[in-house]
Nanobody, 116 residues
Framework: QVQLVESGGGLVQPGGSLRLSCAAS????????MSWHRQAPGKGRELVAG???????TYADSVKGRFTISRDNAKNTVNLQMNNLKPEDTAVYYC??????????WGQGTQVTVSS
């Protein structure tokens, strides 16, 4: 079955960095667009960054120039390098694969907290 397992979240001070990873299994990873989304307390889930099978990337305006999404098809992983983190980046971050089943699949999420 499809599984997405995120890791790398934690507590970081403003201006710091974190690297999130998502390990995928149960499908042919290289054939699907992958993305990272986040949900802050009291807010809806929003797209942070996406990467296509060809490696084309897209970012939310709020993270452009600070976050970098990448994928490793040999290891079935998608990563999110987050630099210059801000308190407003605090959220649960989710890995997502679209195009499988009716609604795609989500990981369980990893908490990122940016606070001094």
């Amino acid at each position: 079955q499809v599984q997405l397992v995120e890791s790398g979240g934690g507590l970081v001070q403003p201006g710091g960095s974190l690297r999130l990873s998502c390990a995928a299994s149960g499908f042919t990873f290289s054939r699907y667009t992958m993305s990272w989304h986040r949900q802050a307390p009291g807010k809806g889930r929003e797209l942070v960054a996406g990467i296509t099978t060809a490696g084309a990337t897209t970012y939310a305006d709020s993270v452009k120039g600070r976050f970098t999404i990448s994928r490793d098809n040999a290891k079935n992983t998608v990563n999110l390098q987050m630099n210059n983190l801000k308190p407003e980046d605090t959220a649960v971050y989710y890995c997502y694969v679209s195009g499988i089943g009716l609604t795609g699949y989500w990981g369980q999420g990893t908490q990122v907290t940016v606070s001094s």
